[in-house]
């Protein structure tokens, strides 16, 4: 029996995790991706009534340690070619660092940036040596580019994101996976709008093409879609 790359998406309910399992199930790899509830239905089911046994799907609220604690018990020892951690919330883009309540920045960060890491930090021993960790990132995370402002709690959360990773990979020196926080392009979705330039058929292809010809290239990489190297 040949092997099968194996893919655990965390987030894939809808959106760009959607199409990220869709993608990778396209390219005959193993997917094993969540959503917050089973008993919901979601595009993931219709996917899996397609895909058979290579798309599984597993419940996890990546807000709730218990459950990512639950999630890495029942996977076991399977082991991963590459974790994508898909997670994302937005406010109101146009509500200022001083309207936001305390509550809602709050909730963005958790779900951007803490959650995000705390996924990573479980699962890292299930990533095969030769394997990737990503993170769903976003151009308005490089602090450096920042020069037109807007979207300033969600921007904040995916910076802290960033850095978060930094520091993950820096406090693992001599570990050969290849880390990378992803900007996929400002995406037309729910969270996205109707306004952006470009359609998840455009961007997901071009995100798995990076991440393959990233393949065993070690360290971390802030890149978007294109394969470009952004500015922290």
């Known amino acids: 029996m040949s092997y099968r790359s194996t893919v655990l998406i965390v987030g894939a309910s809808r959106g760009l995790g959607l199409a990220l399992a869709r993608e990778y199930l396209r390219r005959g790899w ?63 883009p146009t509500e200022t660092i001083g309207e936001v309540s305390t509550e809602e920045f709050m909730r963005v960060m958790v779900t951007n940036a803490l959650s995000p890491m705390r996924v990573v930090e479980r699962f890292i021993d299930r990533v095969l040596a030769t394997g990737q960790v990503v993170v769903m990132s976003s151009e308005l995370a490089s602090i450096a580019s920042n020069v037109d402002g807007g979207w300033e709690v969600y921007r904040a959360s995916k910076a802290a994101l960033n850095t978060l990773m930094r520091s993950f990979v820096a406090r693992r020196a001599g570990d050969p996976r290849t880390f990378c926080v992803m900007a996929p392009g400002w995406v037309r979705t729910d969270m996205g709008g109707s306004e952006a330039p470009l359609d998840i058929e455009t961007s997901i292809p071009r995100v798995v093409d990076t991440l393959a010809a990233r393949q065993g290239t070690r360290g971390l990489v802030f890149v978007n879609y294109l394969n470009e190297i952004l500015p922290w």
């Not at 996917?47 to 709730?64: H, R």
């Not at 590459?82 to 919330?89: E, K, R």
Request: charged share 20%; proline share 0%.
């Open 30 to 92: 193993q997917v094993v991706a969540t959503v917050r509830d089973l008993h919901q239905h979601t595009g993931l089911q219709a996917l899996q009534a397609e895909a058979g046994d290579t798309l599984e799907i597993e419940a996890v609220d990546i807000a709730d340690q218990a459950q990512i604690a639950a999630l890495r018990e029942r996977l076991g020892q399977r082991e991963f070619d590459v974790l994508f951690v898909n997670a994302g919330v937005t406010n109101t």
